[in-house]
Nanobody
């Protein structure tokens, strides 16, 4: 059973940076498409960034140019580098692994952007 565990969330001031990590329980990047999602209070969960098995990336318009998704296969870890953070980036961020009809979620990590 594949498991995902996020870390790296916290409180940061507007304009600051954070790097989120998603540790996987095994070598899955060649099998699963991966992504970062977020859910702000009172809002629906949305896709923030994704990286396919082949390494192609895509981003939500709201984070383009500020966030970068990456992965390190040897560490079985995916990252989300977040720069120039804004208060509207405040949310619970979760990582996701998807393979056809199989979808796996981590428990999430809270990011709060506030002065």
């Amino acid at each position: 059973q594949v498991q995902l565990a996020e870390s790296g969330g916290g409180l940061v001031q507007p304009g600051g940076s954070l790097r989120l990590s998603c540790a996987t329980s095994g070598s899955i990047f060649h099998i699963y498409d991966m992504g970062w999602y977020r859910q702000a209070p009172g809002k629906q969960r949305e896709l923030v960034a994704a990286i396919s098995r082949g390494g192609a990336t895509n981003y939500a318009d709201s984070v383009k140019g500020r966030f970068t998704i990456s992965r390190v296969t040897i560490k079985n870890t995916m990252y989300l580098q977040m720069n120039s953070l804004k208060p509207e980036d405040t949310a619970v961020y979760s990582c996701n692994a998807d393979r056809g009809g199989i979808t796996i979620w981590g428990k999430g990590t809270l990011v709060t952007v506030s002065s």
